[in-house]
């Protein structure tokens, strides 16, 4: 059974503002899950001392974001319960049944996309699951020699640990007791305007939204103009 605790993680304990809300949220409609922040200290504390095994790995990883995909992983392994990103709203209270683990499509070719994907933003897992053995394995021996990109347009970071990646395990593999829902379930598209947020909300299929805040993009946008105007 899924633990009652959620997960987030952040650099530290200074929540932004623009986030606070959703947290406020999760937090509200689940009064009976505990709530588990972990700052960049304590999640690297905690592969310090519970993987230590995995901890070359976690240091050697050029991109926070992708020690960051890594822990909630590992917390999954280690510890279960829900892990979801800061800017990702929740809708109702939280209830998986009797699933061991709920992993959600983010993309899938029945709703239009143009591939199956697997979302690594919200998932809910009980400890110990095989599928979270297999992406820590997965990490630990790096990107494959002969990989192919999910998409053009994905990143280093998503082929590395992100979503790209947990897609790649999901797809390799085969796992019983897991539930995949349908990718409007807990990945409808991100709405753009208050009209399309209260479609989402009237849908009846619906139980969250990821708002794809993208911090990490923003971040290594941000880079490139400062490297530019230095070199102006």
């Not at 310090?48 to 976690?58: A, K």
């Not at 009209?195 to 990821?210: D, F, L, M, P, V």
Request: charged share 30%; proline share 7%; with cysteine.
């Amino acid at each position: 059974m899924i633990p009652k605790i959620i997960h987030q993680t952040w650099k530290d304990e200074n929540l932004p503002e623009s986030q606070k809300p959703h947290i406020d949220k999760v937090k509200s409609l689940n009064p009976d899950w505990e709530y588990r922040l972990w700052t960049d200290a304590q999640m690297l504390e905690f592969v310090e001392s519970e993987f230590p095994d995995f901890l070359e790995t976690y240091k050697n990883f050029p991109k926070n974001i992708m020690r960051a995909d890594s822990f909630r992983y590992l917390i999954m392994y280690k510890i279960g319960g829900v892990y979801l990103d800061l800017d990702y709203e929740v809708l109702e209270p939280f209830d998986f049944g009797n699933a061991a683990l709920v992993l959600p499509y983010n993309r899938q070719i029945s709703n239009g996309d143009k591939y199956d994907g697997i979302g690594n933003c919200f998932f809910a897992s009980e400890p110990y699951h095989p599928f979270w053995k297999k992406a820590i394995e997965a990490m630990k021996k790096g990107l494959p020699k002969n990989l192919v990109y999910q998409h053009k347009r994905s990143t280093l970071e998503e082929e590395t640990t992100g979503p790209a990646f947990l897609s790649r395990v999901f797809h390799e593999n085969s796992f019983e007791n897991m539930v995949n829902p349908d990718r409007m379930v807990y990945h409808p598209p991100t709405p753009k305007t208050k009209s399309e947020q209260a479609t989402i909300e009237a849908n009846g299929i619906s139980k969250g939204i990821h708002h794809c805040a993208g911090t990490w993009r923003e971040a290594k946008g941000l880079k490139k103009i400062l490297q530019k105007l230095k070199r102006r």
